[in-house]
């Protein structure tokens, strides 16, 4: 079993930045691949970024803005967002499991954080 708590989420003007946290607990955090999803209100959990042992995956739509990443010591994985724009709002969760882009390869989740970008 692995939990997992997310932090860091607030409210934001457009073209700033924020950065989220997740902690985890529980075993084998190393083992498991490393995400972030997305869900605003009324539509579906969409892909942010991925972290595996040595490569990252972004959806196109944050790649440039957005970075992941993990520091296995601490079971912590890390997004930290950049030039936020307003269709960046939305509640972020965390997620381990398996490496890809699907809600299907991740076994685990964190409760959420919101963030809002205001125009």
């Known amino acids: 079993q692995v939990q997992l708590v997310e932090s860091g989420g607030g409210l934001v003007q457009a073209g700033g930045s924020l950065g989220l946290s997740c902690a985890a607990s529980g075993r084998s955090f190393d083992r498991h691949a490393m995400a972030w999803f997305r869900q605003a209100p009324g539509k579906e959990r969409k892909f942010v970024a991925a972290?595996?042992?040595?490569?990252?995956l972004y959806t196109s739509s944050v790649k440039g803005r957005f970075t992941i990443s993990r520091e296995n010591a601490k079971n912590t994985v890390y997004l930290q967002m950049n030039s936020l724009k307003p269709e960046d709002t939305a509640t972020y969760y965390c997620?381990?499991?398996?490496?890809?882009?699907?809600?299907?390869?991740?076994?685990?989740w964190g409760q959420g954080t919101q963030v809002t970008v205001s125009s």
């Open positions: 972290i595996g042992w040595n490569s990252t």
């Open positions: 997620a381990a499991g398996s490496y890809g882009i699907s809600t299907n390869e991740y076994h685990y």
